[in-house]
Each structure stands twice: as C-alpha cells, then as structure tokens.
C-alpha cells in the first residue's frame, strides 16, 4: 500500500520527537506556523502522553533564549520547533549564546522542500545557512521532503544528535523540508497514532554516548611543569559544564585543594562549593589592592577568564606557567594566550595527576603560607565592606552585591543578567553566591534574551531571582508573551539605573551629559507599574534593604512572576564606589 504524504510527514514527525525524547529531551517551545503543522500535531500527541513538555512562544528569539535557560538548569537538551523563513533568524541570538556556554539545544526548522527552492516561491529562503555559523551540526532530512525520508535516516539523524551532545554540547540545526499536505485528516490521524504506538512508541533503541577519555600524552604535556612543593593558586572561572556534572567537578576540585593547599578564587557564577578550603573573599579587591602580595609561579586555572580587569592585567603579567581546564570545550579559551589548554574537563585531569603521585603526595597538606596571607587580606577587606555597607542604607548597585546574596534565601538559585551586575557581583559580592546555583550567561556576554532566559531556569529552578539592568530586562519584554510565564515562580530584581549604566564608569570623564545619554545610555521614560500591569505581573518599588527583605518574602511566597523595582542614583554610585575602593586600596 501506498502511504500519503500526510500520512507519512505525521509519522515521521512522531519518530523522529520519540527518538529525542528517548536521548533526554523533556521540554519543547513551539512557535506558531503552518509548514511545521505535522511537528506540532506529533508533538502534541507525545506531550498527551506524559513524554515531553510543550510550551509556546509567539517569539522565535524568545523561544530559543527560553530553551536556552532550561537547557541549563536541567542539564538536558531543550527543543525548539519553528516554522520557515525569517522565523529561523530569529533564533541566532540563542543560538549564539548556546555555542558560547557551550550548553545542548536543539532548533527544528520547517522549511520547503527542493522543487521550491531558488524558484522565487512565496517564504522560501536559504534559511539552512542562518544559523551554520555557530552551530555544532547542521543536519536535513530528505530535501525533497520529511514523506521521502526514511525510518533508518530519521535515527540516523537523532544518534548523530546524541553523539556531539555527548562529546561537545552546543547547539544543533535540525532543518525538515516538508510538503502539503501539511495537515491530516482525522481517519489518517487515528491510523499512524496506532502504528506509532504499536510498532514504535515501546521499541529499544541502542544510543551509544561518546565517553570522554583524556589523551594521556596531552596530560603529561599539561602537568608536566607543576610542582606541588611549590605554592600556586586556582582560579575558577565560570561553570561551563553540565550542571548534571557539577557536583564531580566539585569532588574533584576539592581533592586538588586538598593535596595542593592552595587558595582559590572562585567566580560568583563558578558553581564552587562554599564549604571548599582556601576560598578567598573579595579576592578581586586583593587584587586591586596590591597584587605584589602574590608570590608564586604556578596557576591553575578552571573554565573561562572572569570578568575582571584587575584579574586579566594580573594574568598578563605573571610570568610563571598557567594550566587551563576545560569541560568539553575544545576552542581556545584564553584571550592572553599564556596557558597550556587541557579540554577533557577537571575530573578527568584530578584522575591522571592522583595517578602520578606518591602516597605522601596524595596525602592532604595544610593551606600554604601564600593562601593564608590571601585569606586574611580579604577577610580585612570585609571587615572594611561591613562597616561601610551596613551604615549606608541608600540603595546602590555595589550595596545590592553585598547584601542580596545576605537576604535572598541560601537555597534558591540566582540568574546575574550580563550587564553591570555581574561586575558588581564580581567585585563586592563575597562569595555570597556560592551557597546556591548561580547562572549567568557568560558565554557571548550579550543582553539579548535575559527575561526568557530567567523564565526558562525557573522552570526547573525555583524560586529564582533575576537580577538585572533596565535596559537589559525591557530589550526581552517579548519574554512575558512565552505560554503561561506570569505564573512561574519568579523574582525580578530591577535595577533602574536610567540606562546602561556601565557606559557611565567608561565614559563619564570624556563625554558630556547629553552626549552620553544620547550616545551610549539610552535611558527609557517607562512607566514601570503601568508596563507590569500590563503583562499582568506583580509589581512593587522599594526604596531601602528592610522593604527590600520583606519584597523577597512577599515574592516567595506568592508564587509567581514578581517585579520588585529599585531606583539607583548614577552620580552617586560612581562617587561612593570610587570613595570605597579609595578606601581599602589605601588601607
């Protein structure tokens, strides 16, 4: 018998969605469109099932930023299903972001098939080559159309998929051509859902994960310099591995603090464990202060660069060697280019180096004289960030870093928007954010997509508070259009700085008033209560940190999206800030 394109196109829609739940897919936004009509109705049928979760976004650029943000706080890959044309541009942003962060995402196409391309056909474009710029694989079922392809091709297809999730996460362009009909008549329907569940739905597939093993000759290479008779310091930028494997690397980092008796700086988005030895506060003011206090010739340093001025000008002019660890991220990672690179991740190397070491070296060493000096510097420093802080009860963004890790409960996550203040953070923090999951998205350092991001974590992480910029919360309003995103349970903390107010500490010597605003800070007139009341969410504007404590509690508790906005005085921050580094740099 021969099948109908209809008939075809829906079951081949519902293989190829079985098989990538069957790899770990468990979310899927959907975009609106008619060509990607047969991957919605299949994707329906699975979500009745109990096999996948749908949600809807209107926004393509919304949708891949959402799925972005789940994909991170689960540690599984997220779907995204969209129709054709401009529709598939849109999902760039993401896109890039997910190369960056190195995090699995999978962007499903819909698109024409052959006979329409190059033709002038209505909405045909050559949107297989949008995204292949940042994307791990760009893949394609039969170009004659999604009917044409075959059982084997369609698994094919999800194996290779699993495969580079597996070994080098990132995103992944999966463009279908389909043909009409793109609808099914409901007998046909009826007909492929009993094929589907008969001979499909149950049936064992072999998927084979690629397992990560170091080359032992590049290790030997790496390690072959350190020497744990001397002293050195780890720094740990931040986290780019699964948050599935978050707690090994902890594991593994503590049995390196342990037989090294080194210090350790860690980023406020470097999912350190706060209980790990040698952690040192304000360890970015250590620096800034005097970081001749530094004596050593070895670093080991995990993950990407913070965000750092005083740490990058520290790293160009250290002369000893620097070992760099990476997870599953194969490109160059250092923009100084003064490390030996070692991209098998942490665990693996902590493995190799036990194996080289005597029992005595095994054994654990006490914290050295120089992570000792480290540690009482910046415990000085918060000494002197106590004093200051705690009598300054106007709100300002360095206040916020201090004291919302302090306020905000230990146990629930924290999103840092990539705007001012993850530098903040950075910088006055305290390692106040390591008693808990801590995102950012630091991987392209883009604004783009910080609300649906934020959405997308608090589906699987919550209560969650995002704290972020104006500007960088109102350029993803679109956010709030994704299905049902009101009733997620989180806590945006506004920071209304009038701007994009890290333009103010670069530029503010050189530019005038107007040509600052004009060029650079871009401030907004928003009514911010009437912008909320119109998306519906819950709004509150406090002007201290006792109100501020008790909007927390209020947003907790609620369990929905909440607003809670905070009104910052630019000139002010510049010369406070700049009066309390004075301060500690010339204690």
């Known amino acids: ?139 394609s079922t039969n170009l004659n159309g999604l009917h044409e392809t075959e059982e084997n091709e369609v698994l094919n297809l999800v194996r290779n998929i699993e495969k580079q999730i597996s070994c080098f996460p990132g995103p992944i362009h999966l463009n279908i051509p389909i043909d009409k009909p793109l609808d099914i008549s409901s007998s046909n329907k009826k007909n492929v859902l009993e094929l589907f569940e008969r001979m499909y739905l149950k049936k064992k597939y072999v998927f084979q994960k690629v397992e990560i093993k170091s080359d032992k000759n590049k290790f030997l290479e790496v390690s072959k310099n350190l020497n744990l008779d001397e002293s050195g310091i780890i720094l740990v930028g931040p986290y780019q591995g699964s948050i599935n494997d978050l707690s090994s690397f902890n594991k593994s980092l503590e049995k390196l603090q342990e037989i090294t008796g080194w210090p350790v700086f860690a980023d406020p988005v470097s999912g350190v464990c706060s209980q790990l030895r040698g952690l040192v506060v304000n360890w970015e003011l250590v620096l800034k202060k005097n970081n001749n206090l530094i004596n050593c010739h070895q670093l080991l340093r995990l993950g990407p660069m913070s965000s750092s001025i005083d740490l990058e000008k520290f790293l160009t002019i250290f002369e000893g060697i620097q070992i760099l660890i990476k997870e599953k991220n194969y490109r160059k990672l250092d923009p100084i280019k003064k490390s030996f690179e070692y991209e098998f991740g942490l665990t693996n190397f902590v493995n190799l180096f036990l194996e080289e070491l005597s029992i005595n070296q095994k054994k654990k060493k006490s914290l050295t004289s120089l992570a000792l000096d480290l540690i009482d510097e910046g415990e000085q420093i918060k000494k002197i960030l ?130 600052l605003k004009k060029l650079f800070l871009m401030p907004k007139e928003i009514n911010w209560a009437k912008l909320s009341d119109g998306y519906r969410v819950k709004f509150k504007s406090v002007t201290n940190f006792k109100k501020l404590r008790e909007a927390f509690e209020w947003s907790i508790s609620i369990r929905k999206s909440v607003i809670i906005k905070v009104d910052i005085d630019s000139k002010n921050e510049i010369s406070e800030k700049n009066a309390l580094l004075e301060k500690i740099i010339g204690t």
């Open 1 to 139: 018998m021969t099948l109908s394109v209809e008939y075809k196109n829906f079951l081949r829609s519902l293989q190829l969605l079985n098989l990538l739940v069957k790899i770990g897919v468990k979310n899927l936004i959907l975009c609106p469109g008619s060509r990607s009509a047969p991957l919605a109705i299949a994707a329906g049928e699975l979500n009745k099932l109990g096999l996948i979760n749908i949600f809807n976004s209107i926004d393509e650029r919304s949708a891949g930023f959402h799925s972005l943000g789940i994909s991170a706080a689960s540690g599984n890959p997220s779907l995204v299903i969209t129709t054709s044309g401009t529709a598939v541009s849109n999902l760039l942003p993401a896109a890039v972001e997910a190369d960056q962060s190195c995090k699995g995402l999978i962007f499903i196409t819909a698109d024409r098939p052959l006979r329409l391309k190059n033709c002038g056909a209505n909405q045909t474009v050559n949107q297989e080559d949008f995204l292949s710029s940042v994307c791990r694989k760009v893949l």
């Open 386 to 515: 106590k004093d200051k802080i705690s009598n300054n009860y106007q709100i300002t963004e360095y206040n916020l870093a201090n004291l919302v890790p302090k306020i905000w409960p230990a146990e629930n996550p924290i999103m840092l928007s990539a705007s001012s203040p993850i530098r903040d953070w950075l910088t006055f923090s305290e390692n106040g954010t390591l008693t808990r999951n801590c995102f950012s998205f630091r991987g392209a350092s883009g604004i783009d997509g910080t609300l649906s991001l934020a959405l997308g974590i608090s589906r699987i992480k919550k209560p969650l508070l995002l704290v972020t910029g104006d500007l960088a919360f109102v350029h993803d309003i679109n956010g709030w259009l994704i299905e049902n995103s009101i009733d997620l349970n989180l806590t945006i903390l506004l920071i209304n700085n009038h701007g994009g107010n890290i333009f103010n500490r670069i530029y503010k010597k050189n530019l005038k008033e107007d040509e």
